[in-house]
């Protein structure tokens, strides 16, 4: 199917319109949920296939399709979307739409388009009170969202991948204010409006750098095309591709929710949480950190680069986890958890280890959909409450919840043999060996670990276990979720516990068990796939100071001391409340968006008002001078019209009389 890769996209694009046009005043609202899934499902199936055929690429293609057998890519151009005219060498500038399939965008296509139609089959429960019109809007955004990653995976060049880039954050802005009437946090006087304005606006200051630095690379390298770029960076300076490097990961950091941007996913809970799951999970917050990946010989020329994004990562990771300890609202907790998770993978392309970033993508979209999904099914059977202060004891109540929940949990705290261990481990041992990886990365890793599994066992024992807390009308209404929302709950259950199994290192599975998911990437990325992974020979691996098995035991005591530590202080429910300047800090976030509010919000409105009174009282009162004085002359020639001939004949006299004074003097 690879000759109909074009269709992959598209399809969420058709059902985006048939919803859009026809949703809300002609099709029944089944038939919108359906057709929403179906567009999703066909562009699974699709490709599914297209990516099974990497494997076995024809010597023999049809016009449109270039095929590099080396590194099983395949580029399907449609045609001619930018001509730029000659560039530095003559030769002609252009950018066409294009479509790129090869092992890396392969694995983002399958769980874009895998999870995404999980989530869309869940949303057809969790928006079942919705109003016909809101139903069709709502599913019409989701697949325009679908559309516009499929676009920004697939795409063969920044500029194509830059239309799904911001297509993404539109539809993010749609999803996260879909229900803009409410109030979403009451102490902050933040409405859900808001929150959609905030993301919009925090991912348009990553863009300007992800444009700047797409600019920089066409001067200096006459080509906008992502392999064009690659072949091209040994040529570039260090100078150059380190500001080329730095420049896209701003767009990184806004996109991918890393420190100093990453205020806004938290907030972006205010959407409906199916929207929660696909946005913060499987698909728009991962772009970054496919971008990395994609541009792995781009950041591998530049030890400046690599360094910054290292640290940035590790240490997102570890502030966001200690953000997430004190969090009371459940998707607040998931948020702050996946802004975490963000960090370990932005932490491993830092260090070199792009294959493992790519694995934990993978695996951290089974779980955490899970985890969102779970919540929203809590949340659907406490009519509306999220306050995990005010559940409790729901295991027995909610069991197909409760089980699936608890299985993403472990998945995420990176209890052994689920998916999140494995790719969580591979991190770990990459920031201690990598390129650029030090003892001070690893003990971050592991810390952030240990504080993953802390608060994660303090959702779900707050959640699930202990004494009920319930409001008498939540009790009254509580009930299990319906089979389409328990149903994709249970498919990714099972991704969340098997999913792990396809990156298996190589001290643990030998020969017998190889690591497919590196041997996968290998042929996109066959300089750095191999680099501080298990079983390789890393560039710092000789020098570590513990060995893979211990690096490992001390991953999973500190897993284990979170976890122990979580079930001991709220097993019977939540803790006293001791108000502390520690307590306060974390509840407060750090106080980051006041910062932000006072040093940068503030002096903008500043000059805004200042700019405003300029505009009144300078600009306007220039025009309106240039008025008033273009009006007085009109009034004084007005006066010498009076249309008596005796007062035209008088002037007409008086002027001559001047004029022959004039000449005859």
């Not at 491993?348 to 955490?368: D, E, N, Q």
């Not at 390129?435 to 993953?452: H, I, M, P, S």
């Not at 290998?522 to 513990?546: D, F, K, R, S, Y």
Request: with cysteine.
């Amino acid at each position: 199917m690879i000759h109909i890769l074009w269709v992959v996209p598209l399809l969420p694009f058709a059902g985006f319109a048939v919803n859009g046009l026809l949703g809300a005043r002609v099709l029944p609202r089944k038939v919108v949920g359906w057709i929403a899934c179906a567009a999703v499902l066909a562009s699974f199936v699709i490709a599914l296939g297209a990516v099974s055929g990497l494997g076995h690429l024809p010597e023999s293609t049809p016009p449109g399709l270039v095929v590099d057998h080396e590194a099983h890519r395949v580029t399907q151009t449609l045609y001619e979307w930018i001509p730029l005219g000659p560039g530095k060498d003559g030769h002609t500038v252009s950018v066409a739409w294009s479509y790129v399939l090869d092992p890396l965008s392969a694995v983002m296509l399958l769980v874009v388009t895998g999870v995404g139609l999980l989530i869309h089959l869940y949303s057809i429960g969790y928006m079942e009170h919705e109003d016909r019109a809101g139903f069709a809007r709502f599913f019409a955004y989701l697949n325009l969202f679908m559309g516009m990653m499929l676009v920004l995976v697939l795409g063969g060049s920044l500029p194509v991948l830059f239309v799904g880039w911001e297509g993404v954050g539109l539809c993010s802005y749609l999803l996260i204010g879909f229900w803009y009437d409410r109030m979403f946090d009451a102490k902050a006087g933040m409405s859900v409006a808001d929150a959609g304005r905030k993301a919009f606006l925090v991912n348009r200051i990553g863009d300007t750098g992800f444009i700047l630095g797409t600019l920089l690379l066409l001067s200096a390298l006459g080509t906008m095309e992502i392999q064009g770029i690659l072949k091209g960076v040994p040529g570039l300076s260090a100078g150059m591709a380190t500001a080329a490097a730095l420049l896209l990961f701003v767009g990184v950091c806004g996109k991918s929710a890393q420190i100093p941007l990453y205020v806004w996913l938290p907030d972006a809970m205010a959407g409906p949480t199916p929207v929660s799951a696909l946005i913060h999970a499987a698909t728009m917050v991962t772009a970054g950190v496919y971008v990395l990946a994609r541009l792995a010989g781009l950041y591998v020329a530049s030890p400046v680069a690599m360094t910054v994004v290292a640290v940035t990562g590790g240490l997102t990771a570890l502030v966001a986890a200690t953000l997430g300890v004190a969090q009371t609202d459940i998707k607040k907790v998931l948020a702050y958890s996946t802004v975490s998770q963000l960090g370990y993978m932005v932490l491993a392309a830092g260090v070199g280890a792009f294959g493992a970033s790519v694995f934990h993508l993978m695996t951290h979209a089974f779980f955490k959909a899970l985890l969102f999904l779970g919540a929203g099914s809590v949340i659907h059977a406490l009519s509306g409450e999220q306050d995990i202060m005010k559940m409790g004891g729901l295991r027995r109540r909610l069991p197909w919840t409760h089980a699936t929940f608890l299985i993403g949990t472990l998945a995420l705290a990176g209890v052994p043999p689920l998916a999140g261990f494995f790719s969580k481990d591979e991190i770990l041992w990459s920031a201690l060996t990598g390129r650029g990886g030090n003892l001070v990365l690893w003990l971050a890793g592991v810390l952030t670990a240990g504080l993953t599994a802390f608060y994660m066992t303090r959702l779900y024992m707050l959640t699930f276990a202990g004494p009920s807390r319930l409001t008498h009308e939540a009790e009254h209404h509580l009930h299990e979720s319906p089979m389409v929302m328990l149903l994709p709950l249970i498919l990714l259950a099972i991704g969340s516990a098997f999913a792990g199994l396809v990156g298996v290192p190589h001290f643990l599975g030998g020969d017998a068990v190889p690591n497919l998911f590196e041997h996968w990437l290998e042929p996109v990325m066959p300089a750095v796939t191999g680099v501080a992974t298990h079983g390789a020979a890393g560039a710092g691996e000789a020098a570590a100071p513990l060995s893979e098995w211990a690096a490992m035991i001390v991953a999973l005591l500190a897993s284990a001391a979170g976890i122990a530590l979580g079930y001991t202080m709220y097993r019977n429910g939540p803790l006293p409340e001791r108000p502390s300047l520690g307590v306060r800090l974390v509840r407060g976030r750090y106080f980051v968006d006041e910062a932000y509010d006072r040093l940068i919000v503030g002096p903008y409105r500043f000059l805004c008002r200042l700019g405003a009174a300029l505009d009144a009282r300078v600009v306007d009162g220039l025009v309106n001078a240039v008025g008033f004085v273009t009006d007085l002359t009109g009034e004084m020639l007005r006066l010498t019209q009076t249309g008596y001939v005796r007062n035209y004949a008088l002037g007409f006299f008086g002027g001559t009389i001047l004029i022959l004074y004039y000449v005859l003097r």
